[in-house]
């Protein structure tokens, strides 16, 4: 990873503390991208009274030291192995410079923006400022332009490059929104609605399936997924958790996707009575909602919910709305753009002197279409959840290599260098290499299916904790296979894998069928606060960042996925293949085998 420390020159601090005049100084570009990525257009520019909130990133000079914490605070064989950061200690890692900060302060100060009107995160690594579109561009050197998105008819306000006075240029590592056009979208396939399909059978004395664990699972778990077929799938029946220990799990929402407690409470009702009538902690971030309207239920919160909190009872839950960045309306008065979802929820959580030991997110985009400054800095931040103790999972995309399509003469799979290349296209936060990355599988014996998203990070270097196991799988590949589709050298994804087809969920009130890794990620999730849950139990700290356990000794306790293949990109993909691979990761879970390794570990 490129996460540079900026700090160790002796005049640094001098410089902060000098009167400079920044409006004078010479700006020199920070960052640029060749144009919009594909799919969007460029129309009018942005009316100078437009609102931006802009946030800016301050270096983290001590984050290599945060970095090693993460790496032996969560190794199994480390003697430090689960001696988690506490809050303030995290803070102190990734805190900038005082000299940064004054120096920082002085140029905001120069465009009349004083300390009452910045908003700081917990670290003070994250500045966050409101100003309209003329200020920003004056402070930035850039114009800044509507765009519109031609499949989704959406417009933001962006540029597609900014400057600042060179003297901050070591002081700043990025400002937002700016140059970045993600689409974070939840990933789901198409809702089914139940009569589409076969209604779900929640048992059927008739007929049952050998599972992976050598046990039996209902016959009507190979269309219909149930919190028992899942359970029965990945040998957990016997587990009960305590509502009592400490242990939490976590799920987020964004993009204005609400969770419907009526459609839950049913759900329940259907699918695991004794949870009916159980409630959990919502929780709003930067604004987000609670609309329990049965038109605003979403596909995706439902899913995490329903699942997530039906596999888990009685163990408390929390779930985060975080508002979203709403598009830009020529038509309203002054609508404020600001930047994608996640800072805003790395800044409540990280700012929490407590957390959910497990947290899923069903959520990402093309990591291409995220600037390699931003990835580095949301990617940090989900190693800071690890350093703490959190098991951050996230799914792993629902269009295989790419865009899902087999054919060459079809696929649009360009890369936004300003070439145009087919390349494949890795999701992000999914290849940051401090999450765990879900897979998705389907059927009875499991195959890797067909969507679920794989293959290696542009961005971020292969971790030392999975150098042998993708090494092996590159090894197998016939010489040439995919040359310059993929960077050989990434951060393979996904890391894992679970059930993501059929998953019956009640929406509105009427029972349907959904599929994709969003059902995988929460399902992986809800295994792993059992560990945790198994863990606490017996006085033993959570497993935090599981990347470093899975490859090293977790893989002996999931079940290996050996058939299918994530086309896309006008090709079939990568395959499933024995070990690793970039479609269905190190395998499914079998509960037992991993919670006899939870307990055995310090």
């Given at each position: 990873?490129?996460?540079?420390?900026?700090?160790?020159?002796?005049?640094?601090?001098?410089?902060?503390?000098?009167?400079?005049?920044?409006?004078?100084?010479?700006?020199?570009?920070?960052?640029?991208?060749?144009g919009?990525p594909?799919?969007?257009?460029?129309?009018?520019?942005?009316?100078?009274?437009?609102?931006?909130?802009?946030?800016?990133?301050?270096?983290?000079?001590?984050?290599?030291?945060?970095?090693?914490?993460?790496?032996?605070v969560?190794d199994?064989?480390?003697?430090?192995?689960?001696?988690?950061?506490?809050?303030?200690?995290?803070?102190?890692?990734t805190?900038?410079?005082?000299?940064?900060?004054?120096i920082?302060?002085?140029?905001?100060?120069?465009?009349?923006?004083a300390?009452?009107?910045?908003t700081?995160?917990?670290a003070?690594?994250?500045?966050?400022?409101?100003?309209?579109?003329?200020?920003?561009?004056?402070?930035?050197?850039?114009?800044?332009?509507?765009?519109?998105?031609?499949?989704?008819?959406e417009?933001?306000?962006?540029?597609?490059?900014?400057s600042?006075?060179?003297?901050?240029?070591?002081?700043v590592?990025?400002?937002?929104?700016?140059?970045?056009?993600?689409?974070?979208?939840?990933?789901?396939?198409t809702?089914l609605?139940?009569?589409?399909v076969?209604?779900?059978?929640l048992?059927?004395?008739?007929?049952?399936?050998?599972?992976?664990?050598?046990?039996?699972?209902?016959?009507?778990c190979?269309?219909?997924?149930?919190?028992?077929c899942l359970?029965?799938?990945?040998?957990a029946?016997a587990?009960?958790?305590?509502?009592?220990?400490?242990?939490?799990?976590?799920?987020?929402a964004?993009?204005?996707q609400?969770?419907?407690?009526?459609?839950?409470?049913?759900?329940?009702?259907?699918?695991?009575?004794?949870?009916?009538?159980?409630n959990?902690?919502?929780?709003?971030?930067?604004?987000?909602?609670?609309?329990?309207?049965?038109?605003?239920?979403?596909?995706?919160?439902?899913?995490?919910?329903?699942?997530?909190?039906?596999?888990?009872?009685?163990?408390?839950?929390?779930?985060?709305?975080?508002?979203?960045?709403p598009?830009?309306?020529?038509?309203?008065?002054?609508?404020?753009?600001?930047?994608?979802?996640?800072t805003y929820?790395?800044?409540?959580?990280?700012s929490?002197?407590?957390l959910?030991?497990?947290?899923?997110?069903?959520?990402?985009?093309?990591?291409?279409?995220v600037?390699?400054?931003?990835?580095?800095?949301?990617c940090?931040?989900?190693?800071?959840l690890g350093?703490?103790?959190?098991?951050?999972?996230?799914?792993?995309?629902?269009?295989?290599?790419?865009?899902?399509?087999?054919?060459?003469?079809?696929?649009v799979?360009y890369?936004?260098?300003?070439?145009?290349?087919?390349?494949?296209?890795?999701?992000?936060?999914?290849?940051c290499?401090?999450?765990t990355?879900?897979?998705?599988?389907?059927?009875?014996?499991?195959?890797?299916?067909?969507?679920?998203?794989?293959?290696f990070?542009?961005?971020?270097?292969?971790p030392?904790?999975?150098?042998?196991?993708?090494?092996?799988?590159?090894?197998?590949?016939?010489?040439?296979t995919?040359?310059?589709?993929?960077?050989?050298?990434?951060?393979?994804?996904?890391?894992?894998?679970?059930?993501?087809?059929?998953?019956?969920i009640?929406?509105?009130?009427?029972t349907?069928?959904?599929?994709?890794?969003?059902?995988?990620?929460?399902?992986?999730?809800?295994?792993?606060?059992?560990?945790n849950?198994?863990?606490?139990n017996?006085g033993?700290?959570p497993?935090?960042f599981?990347?470093?356990?899975?490859?090293?000794?977790?893989?002996?306790?999931?079940?290996?996925?050996?058939?299918?293949?994530?086309?896309?990109?006008?090709?079939?993909g990568?395959?499933?293949?024995?070990?690793?691979?970039?479609?269905?990761?190190?395998?499914t879970?079998?509960?037992?085998?991993?919670?006899?390794?939870?307990?055995?570990?310090a």
């Open positions: 990873m490129r996460l540079i420390s900026l700090f160790g020159l002796p005049f640094v601090a001098a410089l902060a503390s000098a009167a400079v005049p920044f409006k004078g100084c010479q700006h020199k570009v920070k960052e640029s991208i060749h919009p594909r799919g969007w257009s460029r129309h009018n520019p942005a009316p100078k009274h437009h609102m931006l909130e802009l946030k800016i990133a301050l270096p983290q000079p001590k984050f290599p030291e945060l970095e090693q914490h993460l790496w032996e969560s199994p064989s480390h003697p430090r192995y689960g001696m988690h950061l506490s809050k303030e200690e995290t803070d102190a890692l805190a900038p410079h005082p000299g940064t900060l004054d920082v302060n002085e140029w905001l100060a120069s465009y009349g923006l300390e009452e009107s910045l700081r995160s917990s003070n690594d994250w500045v966050t400022i409101r100003v309209p579109v003329g200020l920003a561009e004056e402070m930035l050197d850039t114009t800044y332009h509507v765009y519109k998105h031609a499949e989704t008819g417009s933001i306000v962006r540029t597609t490059s900014y600042l006075p060179e003297i901050l240029h070591n002081h590592d990025l400002i937002q929104p700016t140059t970045m056009f993600a689409r974070f979208k939840a990933f789901k396939s809702l609605w139940a009569n589409q076969e209604a779900p059978v048992s059927t004395p008739s007929g049952t399936i050998t599972g992976p664990a050598g046990n039996q699972v209902n016959a009507s190979n269309s219909t997924i149930t919190i028992s359970k029965q799938l990945y040998n029946e587990y009960n958790t305590s509502a009592t220990n400490g242990n939490e799990l976590g799920l987020t964004y993009l204005g609400y969770a419907n407690n009526m459609d839950l409470q049913q759900f329940f009702q259907l699918e695991n009575p004794s949870a009916y009538g159980s959990y902690t919502f929780v709003s971030v930067n604004g987000g909602l609670n609309n329990q309207t049965y038109a605003a239920a979403g596909v995706e919160a439902n899913l995490d919910t329903q699942f997530g909190f039906g596999l888990t009872w009685p163990t408390p839950r929390t779930f985060y709305s975080t508002a979203g960045a598009p830009f309306d020529p038509d309203m008065f002054s609508p404020t753009d600001t930047n994608e979802p996640y929820w790395l800044d409540y959580v990280l929490q002197p407590l959910p030991q497990t947290i899923s997110t069903s959520y990402g985009d093309d990591e291409q279409t600037p390699f400054t931003y990835a580095s800095r949301v940090a931040g989900m190693a800071i350093a703490r103790g959190v098991s951050v999972l996230f799914s792993s995309g629902d269009y295989g290599v790419g865009d899902g399509n087999p054919d060459p003469a079809t696929q799979c890369s936004n260098d300003g070439l145009n290349v087919t390349k494949f296209l890795p999701t992000f936060p999914a290849a290499p401090f999450v990355a879900v897979g998705a599988t389907v059927n009875i014996p499991e195959t890797a299916i067909f969507f679920s998203g794989g293959g990070s542009d961005y971020f270097v292969r030392a904790y999975q150098e042998v196991a993708v090494s092996e799988y590159l090894a197998k590949l016939a010489p040439g995919y040359e310059g589709l993929y960077t050989s050298y990434g951060r393979g994804f996904p890391d894992v894998s679970a059930q993501g087809m059929n998953f019956s009640v929406y509105q009130g009427e349907a069928l959904v599929g994709g890794t969003s059902c995988s990620s929460p399902t992986f999730a809800s295994f792993v606060s059992m560990l849950d198994a863990r606490i017996v033993k700290t497993l935090g599981l990347n470093p356990f899975l490859y090293s000794t977790g893989y002996t306790a999931l079940n290996d996925i050996t058939v299918g293949n994530n086309p896309g990109c006008g090709t079939e990568f395959n499933a293949t024995v070990g690793w691979d970039p479609i269905s990761g190190l395998g879970p079998n509960f037992e085998k991993l919670l006899a390794l939870a307990l055995s570990m």
